[in-house]
């Protein structure tokens, strides 16, 4: 019998409308995987939801609260459904920047501080089989939600544009950001360059819930490292489990 996975999307922060994108990518991808798939619009009464559903396994694809600040985690822990990303303490911590950057500082990965001179943002997603960066370059004075979000809003360039060993250290320090915040499956590690004098390497934040749509990063370095996208969501959902 196959797989029944619920994807869980929506939801009500300001990324609703991406997230709704992003599940909807992944419901298809499943769909051509051979699974059986259940999609879900969060709401508060997402136990209920799930209760209904008898999913295997809940794919998780929101965006911001609840989906990303450890409450869902919570209550896919307490139903005991096995599910996809990071955990219910690393994702509350990687929501809260502050307590974020207390853990990333012991876990040697230097951060950003009030103020940093930079020029570009480079990104990198935790993956099999090898971690890759991303340079990320706005085609606005600023890397706002549109230019996140919006198609044409960004270029982004892959492999990134610096130096050598610029690029292995943004490799090395992502895999050490993932794990001193406690990160399980697909994360993105946000750094930023000063390559116009000082030389800086700062990581920005961690996400442990990165986008799945057309415009998203995550697929993008997939591809690059050769793994398609269907490949990505399924063995996200292969990876999935409880006490993450």
């Known amino acids: 019998m196959a797989k029944h996975v619920a994807v869980l999307m929506g939801g009500w922060s300001a990324e609703r409308e991406v997230s709704l994108r992003s599940g909807k990518a992944c419901s298809d991808a499943l769909k051509r995987g051979g699974y059986r798939v259940t999609p ?17 396994v809940a ?13 869902l985690q919570g209550v896919l822990e307490v139903l005991g459904i096995p599910y996809s990303h990071s955990g219910v303490l690393a994702s509350a911590l990687a929501m809260q ?3 974020a950057k207390v853990q990333l500082r012991a876990g040697g990965v230097p ?8 020029r570009f943002e480079a990104a990198k997603a935790h993956l099999l089989p090898r971690p890759d960066v991303i340079e990320i370059v706005p085609a606005t004075r600023f890397y706002d939600y549109e230019a996140k979000y919006a198609p044409g809003g960004s270029k982004h360039l892959l ?3 610096i130096l050598p060993n610029v690029y292995q250290e943004v490799r090395r320090l992502s895999l050490a950001a993932h794990n001193a915040l406690g ?4 994360s993105r590690a946000d750094f930023r360059y000063d390559d116009r004098g000082t030389g800086e390497l700062v990581c920005l934040e961690v996400n442990t819930q990165p986008g799945m749509t057309e415009t998203s990063l995550v697929p993008e370095l997939a591809a690059y490292a050769g793994i398609t996208f269907d ?5 996200m959902v292969e990876d999935a489990s409880t006490n993450r």
Do not use: M, Y
């Not at 951060?111 to 930079?118: G, H, I, P, Y």
């Open 183 to 186: 990160c399980r499956g697909v």
């Open 59 to 71: 794919l998780n694809v929101l965006h911001g609260r609840p989906g990303e600040d450890g409450t």
């Open 159 to 161: 492999p990134a544009q």
């Open 231 to 235: 490949e990505l969501v399924r063995w």
């Open 97 to 99: 920047k502050d307590f």
């Open 40 to 56: 879900i619009d969060v709401t508060p009464d997402v136990a209920a939801a799930l209760r209904a559903a008898e999913p295997d």
């Open 111 to 118: 951060v950003a501080e009030d103020r940093v001179v930079s």
